[in-house]
């Protein structure tokens, strides 16, 4: 069973749905200690602002939980946008410690490193660079590219760590895996074939 944290944040059904696209009727949403206690792979969606996802996280009552799942039971778990962000120590968008599974911390899109300025927030889609093999990104249809909708990234302090990058004026991190953590900068649930497979990888892994 995978389960779809429902901490108050992020895009539930919309994932639940491209799920079920990709032929797994096993994803549950929900924030029961219960369910989380059974899941065999867990997905932490997330949008908007990362102290608020940290500060709705820890009070949902499933953070020390959570920790033990991905830390002790090594159930693999796999971050979306503000949840892959969420993976890291922190952040310079608030004051909140991170998860600190990945040794990585988030920065806003600096338009000075830019040759020629973009506008922030980065909206749209853009293809990605494979930096290693990995279960997760098997058998991609060919070209591969998701959609982003975020103002900060992901910095990794160990390049091991980065799994693909993505250009917005500059090269940054699109997805990270660290053992049996994944996480994803762009939402795979609204990137249509790519995002269908990346999930269906995720689910079969």
Not at 91 to 120: H, N, Q, R
Request: charged share 25%; net charge negative; aromatic share 8%.
């Amino acid at each position: 069973m995978i389960t779809i944290l429902d901490y108050g944040i992020g895009n539930l059904l919309s994932v639940k749905n491209m799920l079920a696209k990709a032929g797994v009727a096993t994803a549950v949403i929900s924030g029961s200690e219960e369910n989380l206690q059974q899941a065999d792979k867990i997905i932490l969606p997330g949008v908007g602002h990362f102290d608020a996802g940290m500060r709705k996280l820890k009070a949902s009552g499933l953070f020390e939980l959570l920790n033990q799942r991905v830390l002790e039971d090594n159930i693999p778990v796999l971050g979306i946008c503000l949840g892959a962000q969420m993976l890291t120590k922190g952040s310079e968008e608030g004051d909140e410690e991170g998860l600190g599974w990945i040794d990585a911390y988030c920065e806003k899109f600096d338009t000075a490193k830019m040759e020629k300025p973009l506008s922030v927030p980065n909206m749209g889609w853009a293809e990605v660079l494979e930096k290693k093999d990995s279960v997760l990104i098997k058998e991609l249809p060919a070209e591969p590219r998701f959609y982003f909708t975020h103002s900060y990234h992901i910095l990794c302090g160990n390049p091991s760590d980065q799994l693909l990058s993505a250009d917005y004026g500059y090269e940054f991190t699109a997805a990270v895996e660290k053992d049996n953590i994944f996480g994803t900068q762009f939402h795979p649930e609204k990137s249509h074939k790519f995002g269908m497979k990346l999930l269906s990888n995720f689910a079969r892994a």
